[in-house]
């Protein structure tokens, strides 16, 4: 198995690993690298456990792999960006949660502690990496059984209890892998899921982030709703199966687009409950500026689509104004582009962007205008005449402009 296994791992980057190991330290591939190891699935984040000093070992690889590294003193956990991938590297640790949902008090201990503590069966087989080369796949909960099974197992009743956001965790994973709950599992979720209101805003939408890059986005939806976790999830948003189907068919394109999917995923599910998003900037607790961009674009969507179907070229000066997802939206919603290509969105992107008035400030201090509030003024007011199509070309905005200096004038 583990020669096999062997195939699939980039050998300069464990090679360079092993040098750097010593005696001292036991060291095992863990967690999700081992599970898609064993499932043949690609992957380029590679999970280690560390019986030893974390912090050390992972100042002297990064050096060795010529990467930088981060270290959190509080979580014990290092991270290095290497050229094979993202390495995580955990202190062999055990946790304790003082109530559901809270972050737990880490302690160092010992690497069978260290998976006892963890969420999943399926999570916890180790492969031990020795300065003689690798071990065999260390299996102490059945995840090797699990795995063949194809199901989603948590190793005690209390699991969900102590960290809500395994749920989550559990939901993607299922989707993903198309595996099932284990049936003492499935109703510890139903029974547990109201602790999800227990956790941190920040790491509710930090489940979001994750959720949206799910390709099964629209099934752990779904879940989310059958299963009774979405009130818990979701707060005061309310569940529309239409709504998620259309939003996973505009989630498959704007995927090559690289737009913020979080972002675009949200403003859908906000669009027929604007008055929501208060809740959720608590709720999930959203930055300043995501606020923003998602409430001016909740407000201006309705004159927007009004006007672009009138043909009204003040639509496209409201679009300059909203975040490209934004944009992308208002694309979504006036055109349908599975049945007609007339209008792709870079072209109606583009057109977005050309559509600019095409008088500047400078332009008015070659006409004479001295600087100050009275070319502010008249500035304004070519603009907004330009948005009414009272003019459209650059010469004729001038021309404009000639009068409006002259009438000031008088």
């Given at each position: 198995m583990v020669s096999k296994l062997e195939e699939n791992l980039p050998s300069p980057l464990f090679s360079r690993i092993k040098k750097n190991l010593g005696h001292d330290n036991k060291l095992f591939l863990v967690g999700g690298s081992v599970r898609d190891l064993l499932l043949k699935r690609p992957s380029s984040d590679y999970d280690f456990l560390l019986e030893g000093d974390v912090f050390t070992f992972a100042h002297q690889l990064s050096r060795e792999l010529?990467?930088?590294?981060?270290?959190?003193?509080?979580?014990?956990?290092?991270?290095?960006?290497?050229?094979?991938?993202?390495?995580?590297i955990v202190r062999a640790r055990k946790e304790i949660y003082e109530y559901p949902g809270a972050m737990p008090r880490v302690y160092p201990a010992s690497w069978q502690e260290d998976l006892q503590r963890r969420d999943f069966t399926i999570n916890t087989l180790a492969l031990p990496l020795t300065t003689q080369g690798w071990g065999e796949v260390i299996d102490l909960f059945g995840g090797y059984k699990d795995l063949g099974n194809r199901r989603i197992k948590i190793l005690h009743k209390q699991s969900f209890q102590d960290d809500p956001t395994r749920i989550m965790r559990g939901l993607r994973l299922k989707n993903r892998l198309n595996f099932l709950w284990e049936p003492e599992t499935l109703r510890c979720v139903q029974r547990d899921a109201h602790y999800l209101q227990n956790v941190s805003p920040a790491r509710r939408l930090k489940e979001w982030l994750l959720l949206c890059q799910e390709p099964e986005f629209a099934q752990c939806l779904q879940e989310l709703n059958f299963l009774g976790v979405w009130l818990y999830y979701f707060g005061e948003i309310e569940?529309?199966?239409?709504?998620?189907?259309?939003?996973?068919?505009?989630?498959?394109?704007?995927?090559?687009?690289?737009?913020?999917?979080?972002?675009?995923?949200?403003?859908?599910?906000?669009?027929?409950?604007?008055?929501?998003?208060?809740?959720?900037r608590e709720y999930w607790g959203l930055s300043k500026k995501d606020y923003y961009?998602?409430?001016?674009?909740?407000?201006?969507?309705?004159?927007?689509?009004?006007?672009?179907?009138?043909?009204?070229?003040?639509?496209?000066?409201?679009?300059q104004s909203l975040t490209v997802e934004g944009a992308y939206f208002v694309y979504q919603l006036v055109t349908k582009p599975e049945k007609c290509q007339s209008l792709a969105w870079r072209d109606f992107y583009a057109k977005i962007d050309l559509t600019r008035m095409p008088l500047k400030g400078q332009d008015l201090l070659k006409l004479g205008v001295q600087p100050g509030p009275n070319l502010g003024y008249i500035l304004k007011q070519l603009e907004q005449y330009f948005w009414e199509e009272m003019f459209y070309s650059r010469e004729e905005g001038l021309a404009l402009a000639r009068q409006l200096i002259k009438e000031d004038n008088t």
């Open positions: 010529n990467c930088t590294f981060s270290f959190n003193e509080v979580l014990l956990t290092a991270s290095l960006e290497t050229k094979w991938g993202i390495m995580d569940y529309c199966r239409e709504i998620v189907s259309w939003l996973s068919n505009i989630r498959r394109q704007a995927v090559d687009e690289g737009l913020r999917l979080e972002f675009l995923m949200l403003l859908g599910l906000l669009y027929h409950q604007p008055a929501q998003l208060k809740f959720i961009d998602l409430d001016r674009i909740l407000q201006l969507l309705p004159e927007i689509l009004l006007l672009y179907r009138q043909g009204r070229r003040k639509a496209y000066g409201l679009l």
